[in-house]
């Protein structure tokens, strides 16, 4: 099998973009991970690509050329980018292909998500009951692991508070303006512990990488970043996530727990040895609980870990150094791939006021969706 090298990344600005729309902003960027590759259109065999609420993403070829290409359309709730990102370095792996693409892009209305039960093989009255809002689902679940783990919900805060600061420094970012621990704490409320810093917005944006096999990565001659491995797992037995309309008594893992287990064995590394690392944060919550559902930390010790300042960008672990999805926004489609790319950036050392110290080498994302998928991917310079 072949190693899988990204040697190509393109993004349009995360937020709100009046006048065009999701696919227009897909092809965006693809056209800058095209110019970043130093390769055209043609050039590319394959792509697997989504979006939630913009569209087919095998559509926009209509506008990038009619070349025939193989172009297999991904949905996967918020983990349609990373599992476009695992399809597309399979199709790689596999020998089949040299040189391909994964993108993702979205463009959601304003407010929250509306999640139709019956999607989710849930019956009417459990959205009847407004347990279908994400928000409402995220407090109780948050509200339960602090209890359980001796967090403050300053800990909250303070996630929130490195979100803002790490998106000010971010030209894709759509908050780019700090915000103080104190405002935040005194925050309205939308659901308890979480108040209207500690959530993600539903957002815009789109995000393309290209991948080649190592042949062909070294004759383009670009930055050699390594895909060690990109897992997608869903969840086991006992699990408590998105959606589930209980709680069981016997607590099994999470989709992340394997997701992470997987992919730190198939890398042949360990937590250990991650420079730089993007969790998936739809609210402050996730982040904490990620944290330590990943193995960078023992469940509990998260808010010893903001306080020393160790998940900052200069830290022991920087985490979410683009803001994550608090800063950014969330466009389905799009948001595991700004995390790659997030990395993509980080490891070739361009990343300007966030670029992490000390020549980082290795880098970790992981992005969780609904009813409880989870993809890892692990990158190496």
């Not at 420094?169 to 659901?191: F, Y």
Request: with cysteine; glycine share 12%; charged share 20%.
């Amino acid at each position: 099998m072949s190693d899988v090298c990204i040697v190509g990344a393109g993004i349009h600005p995360f937020g709100r973009t009046e006048g065009r729309d999701g696919m227009d902003q897909g092809v965006y960027a693809v056209k800058q991970a095209l110019a970043d590759t130093g390769i055209k259109w043609e050039d590319v065999e394959f792509a697997f690509g989504g979006s939630s609420a913009s569209g087919a993403a095998d559509t926009m070829v209509s506008q990038l050329g009619l070349t025939g290409i193989q172009f297999i359309n991904v949905s996967n709730g918020c983990a349609t980018g990373g599992s476009a990102l695992n399809a597309a370095a399979s199709a790689i792996k596999s020998g089949e292909y040299e040189m391909g693409m994964a993108v993702g892009f979205d463009k959601h209305p304003r407010g929250a998500f509306n999640a139709d039960p019956a999607a989710y093989g849930l019956p009417n009255w459990y959205g009847e009951a407004g347990y279908m809002l994400t928000t409402q689902f995220f407090g109780a679940k948050i509200m339960r692991y602090l209890h359980e783990n001796g967090l403050s919900t300053e800990a909250l805060g303070r996630v929130s508070e490195k979100a803002f600061r790490n998106g000010a420094k971010t030209d894709h970012a759509w908050r780019r303006s700090e915000v103080d621990l104190e405002t935040i704490m005194n925050a309205p409320m939308i659901s308890d512990p979480l108040n209207k810093y500690m959530f993600c917005s539903p957002a815009e944006g789109a995000v393309a990488l290209i991948l080649a096999s190592e042949k062909k990565a070294k004759e383009l001659g670009g930055p050699m970043i390594r895909l060690k491995t990109s897992v997608m797992r869903t969840r086991p037995p006992g699990s408590f996530e998105v959606f589930a309309a209980s709680i069981d008594n016997e607590r099994g893992g999470t989709a992340t727990e394997l997701a992470a287990k997987a992919a730190f064995e198939q890398a042949g590394m360990g937590p250990e040895d991650i420079d730089v690392a993007q969790l998936q944060d739809t609210e402050a919550g996730a982040e904490i609980m990620h944290m330590a559902e990943n193995g960078f930390c023992a469940h509990g010790d998260q808010e010893k870990w903001l306080i020393e300042g160790r998940t900052e960008i200069n830290g022991a672990l920087p985490v979410n150094t683009d803001g994550g999805c608090l800063a950014c926004g969330e466009p389905i489609g799009a948001s595991g791939l700004r995390q790659v790319y997030e990395n993509v950036v980080q490891l070739r050392g361009t990343a300007g006021e966030r670029q992490v110290p000390g020549d980082p080498k290795t880098a970790y994302t992981q992005v969780y969706g609904a009813p409880g998928v989870s993809a890892v991917t692990i990158l190496q310079r």
